[in-house]
Structure formats: C-alpha cells, structure tokens
Antibody, heavy 123, light 107 residues
Framework: EVQLVESGGGLVQPGGSLRLSCAAS????????MDWVRQVPGKGLEWVGR??????????EYAASVKGRFIISRDDSKNSLYLQMNSLKTEDTALYYC??????????????WGQGTMVTVSS | DIQLTQSPSFLSASVGDRVTITCRAS??????LAWYQQKPGKAPKLLIY???TLQSGVPSRFSGSGSGTEFVLTISSLQPEDSATYYC?????????FGGGTKVEIK
C-alpha cells in the first residue's frame, strides 16, 4: 500500500526546534518531488516547502513565512523525508502534512498525503 | 504571490443537485490547477489535476474546467458523501498557494 506516515510533532516553546519525519512506503520516495503542507485546525491549507527528486538534486523551495527557519531533507536509505523547524513561532502551530507530488507534463498535484502530525508552539 | 479566490465560501445544496465552485487566480496559471476534497479530521484528497484531469478512483460526477485565471469544479449530482470542504491549488509558480476553501453542506 502506498502511504505516508508523519511523526515527531508535539509541544515546543517559542524559539525552540522540532524535527518532523515522514516515512514513505509502497513507492520510492527519491523518484518524487515531496512537499510539506500545514493547516491550522479549522483553517485552510498553507504550502510550507518542497524537495525535488533525486534527478533534480533534491533542491528545495520554501514559503516566505518559513524560509531561513525550516529545512527539508531526505534519507533515501530510510525512504523518508524530514522537516527541521528552527526558531519556532506561535504562528507555526498547525497540523503538518507531507505529500507526494505527481508528474503529468509537470509536477502538478499532491496525490498521496500523510495523516498529519500536530505541532504546538506555546510557552 | 498568486492569490486564489474561491466562491462561494459556503454552499448548501440537496442530494442530486448540480454544484459549481469557482476558483479565480490573481494572474494566469495556464492549466496548473488542482482540486482537493477534505473531510473533517482527514487529510485532503486529490480530485482533479491540470484543471480537468480526473484523478484515478474519483467518481465521474466530479469534473473540472477552465484555464488562465478562472476555473470551475462541478459536482454533477451531489451525494451525501460529498459533504466536505473543497480547495483549489495552483502549481504554476512558487510559492504554491491554495484557495480559502468552499464548505459544501447537504440540505
């Protein structure tokens, strides 16, 4: 079964750090662009960032709201994706999803999503 | 950044009704638009990509149209299980952005 499972969420103080993990199964993660998306409970979806596939050297893109604080990385040996979150702010509180990007004349949509992991930034 | 404006933000319709949701982009995005359905407590589910391509396994009552700046998601005959929030997303340029969502309620 093709699936993504996130972990690593929790409660952290403002200014703190947290690393989220996303374990892929049923497909080879390195073949795909992979993204992180977040959602404040009861609110809309916000794109966080992207790591391109191995063929594109795993280069990354980030939303302005997290650039310089968040880092996306991968571990091919574990078929996993990570989101290192530093200098956390209260406004980073959200449910964080990882998602697989599908290709159709471009990387066009997120076809597989994890169940999400909740990050709460509060003192 | 490309802004996506969905309308309406809420709609209530009866089983069997034809429902349309509009997504307008602040600048042209060709056909690089996707639609997702999200039910409470669940991750979003991909319905449509490249504006009009139905994702595998999605019922044929869902369809998408449009290009440039105006896009439409249509549910041809609303079913009880279609009660959800629907989001559009542009993948034309970074940062990727989502619309604000349309909550669909069954009367």
């Amino acid at each position: 079964e093709v699936q993504l499972v996130e972990s690593g969420g929790g409660l952290v103080q403002p200014g703190g750090s947290l690393r989220l993990s996303c374990a892929a199964s049923g497909f080879t993660c390195s073949d795909h662009y992979m993204d992180w998306v977040r959602q404040v409970p009861g609110k809309g979806l916000e794109w966080v960032g992207r790591t391109r596939n191995k063929a594109n050297s795993y280069t990354t893109e980030y939303a302005a709201s997290v650039k310089g604080r968040f880092i996306i990385s991968r571990d091919d040996s574990k078929n996993s994706l990570y989101l290192q979150m530093n200098s956390l702010k209260t406004e980073d509180t959200a449910l964080y999803y990882c998602a697989r990007v599908i290709y159709s004349s471009g990387w066009v949509a997120f076809d597989i999503w994890g169940q999400g992991t909740m990050v709460t930034v509060s003192s | 950044d490309i802004q996506l404006t969905q309308s309406p933000s809420f709609l209530s319709a009866s089983v069997g009704d034809r429902v349309t949701i509009t997504c307008r982009a602040s600048q042209g995005i060709s056909s690089y638009l996707a639609w997702y359905q999200q039910k409470p407590g669940k991750a979003p589910k991909l319905l449509i990509y490249t504006a009009s391509t139905l994702q595998s396994g999605v019922p044929s009552r869902f369809s998408g149209s449009g290009s440039g700046t105006e896009f439409v998601l249509t549910i041809s005959s609303l079913q009880p299980e279609d009660s959800a929030t629907y989001y559009c997303q542009q993948v034309n340029s970074y940062p990727l952005t989502f619309g604000g969502g349309t909550k669909v309620e069954i009367k």
